[in-house]
């Protein structure tokens, strides 16, 4: 136990950032943009080359050892990534002069408005983002099992959870999520 300790220490010492004084966590857009997006993109490409003839599973053979590999780790980073923000108390929608996707068009809420709707239902926002935590948990435990069966269920309705949160947090005035 103390020998684990002193190791932890050490370690904290040889990687300062790691340790100390929490690291601000990412903003909404810098984690939608630089993990959950490209991540939950991996998952859709592997599993929609991996379809069985009938299109109601996915074929095992189609599913390399590395797309396996890299569907784990995708399920990882996003579970890791939107629970980062599940926990913050203030979510940050962008930093200050980034403008989020769709913002030029003045049609289309930008950063200062879904700043808004984020302070105003921290609750929801960690709920929905729980729930895409799970999905993803999901992926990776199936994966890292090679069972394809759990993954092609949740790689058809991750989208929906995406849009759960999007529905209310991005663009809640619109019936549908954008696009
Ligand atoms: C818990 C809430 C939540 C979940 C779940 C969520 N998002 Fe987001 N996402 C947001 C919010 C809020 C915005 C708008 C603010 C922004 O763009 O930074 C956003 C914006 C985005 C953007 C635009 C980013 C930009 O500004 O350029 C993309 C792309 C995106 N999400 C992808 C996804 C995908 C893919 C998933 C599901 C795998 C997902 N999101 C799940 C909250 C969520």
Excluded at 117 to 135: I, M, N, Q, R, S
Excluded at 142 to 163: M, W
Aim: aromatic fraction near 6%; include cysteine; charged fraction near 25%.
């Amino acid at each position: 136990m103390l020998k684990k300790a002193a190791l932890a220490f050490a370690v904290c010492g040889a990687l300062l950032a790691g340790c100390g004084p929490k690291a601000p966590a990412p903003t909404v857009h810098a984690s939608m943009t630089q993990v959950i997006a490209p991540q939950a993109q991996t998952i859709w490409d592997i599993t929609n080359r991996a379809y069985n003839d009938q299109g109601d599973g996915l074929d095992p053979k189609k599913i390399s050892a590395g797309d396996w590999t890299r569907l784990e780790t995708a399920g990882h980073q996003i579970r890791d990534g939107i629970l980062v923000l599940a926990r913050e108390k203030k979510r940050v929608a962008a930093e200050p002069g980034v403008k989020i996707e769709g913002e030029e068009d003045p049609a289309e809420p930008g950063a200062k408005q879904v700043q808004t709707y984020l302070d105003a239902d921290p609750k929801g926002f960690a709920e929905h983002a729980k729930a895409l935590a799970a999905a993803a948990d999901t992926v990776a435990k199936a994966a890292h099992a090679k069972d394809a069966g759990p993954v092609f269920a949740v790689a058809g309705r991750l989208d929906s959870v995406c849009d759960g949160c999007h529905s209310r947090f991005w663009d809640p005035e619109s019936p549908q999520p954008p696009k």
